[in-house]
């Protein structure tokens, strides 16, 4: 096998087939816009090399636990999520980034709140929840000790976005656009605000 044929083997690799399922997982619903969501769930994810590649990263790094139990895959309510680390009541949800951020990302705390119901309804009891930001040009991280809101609320949130997006995807109708900062990030812009939409 030669210099070419690896190149193309990894560029292959770095793409790996996804087929959209029916399931409606936790990372559907943490972003503001569900449109998002939708359009993964209908034509499936699309991203350009570099996005590709982060992804990689970010998986290898996912691969590394820490804590006892590292990628735990929870179900409640037909809502799917896989937990990063949990250990005798500590969760932790891992992400990778090009700067360590002063704060954390609003949707990086939802997700990490959507988890931390899904750990309650499992029977899996937390005292403390934590992002670890992951810088990928050298060793540097940082954790962020997470305060949930109530339980009740973030349970209600859930159930309401998994409502309109399984709404949207049975009548073949988009969610309603929620523009954020997000969106110059959303492979899907073009066709959420082309013309037609």
């Known amino acids: 096998m030669d210099k070419n044929e690896l190149e193309i083997r990894f560029s292959e690799g770095l793409f790996e087939p996804h087929e959209p399922s029916g399931k409606i997982s936790v990372s559907s619903l943490i972003y503001p816009c569900l449109r998002k969501a939708y359009f993964e769930k209908k034509l499936g994810q699309f991203f350009d090399i570099s996005t590709a590649y982060k992804f990689w990263i970010g998986k290898a790094v996912h691969k590394m636990d820490f804590l006892k139990e590292g ?4 179900e409640w309510e037909g809502i799917l999520g896989r937990i990063d680390e949990y250990e005798e009541g500590v ?5 990778t980034c090009n700067e360590l951020p002063r704060s954390p990302n609003s949707h990086h705390i939802t997700q990490l709140e959507y988890y931390y119901v899904l750990c309650l309804r499992n029977k899996k009891p937390i005292k403390n ?6 810088e990928k040009k050298y060793p540097a991280w ?4 997470i305060t949930p809101r109530k339980v009740e609320v973030i349970e209600k949130e859930m159930l309401e976005r998994k409502t309109i997006l399984e ?3 049975k009548s073949k109708k988009m969610p309603e656009r929620s523009p954020s900062w997000l ?3 959303c492979n899907f812009c073009p066709k959420c605000y ?4």
Do not use: M
Request: proline share 0%; glycine share 4%.
């Open 167 to 169: 709404e949207a995807l």
């Open 71 to 74: 990628e735990v895959e929870l």
């Open 194 to 197: 082309g013309k037609n939409n």
């Open 183 to 185: 969106c110059k990030y």
């Open 142 to 145: 940082k954790f962020f000790e």
């Open 91 to 95: 969760l932790v949800e891992k992400k």
């Open 129 to 134: 929840l934590f992002l670890l930001y992951l």
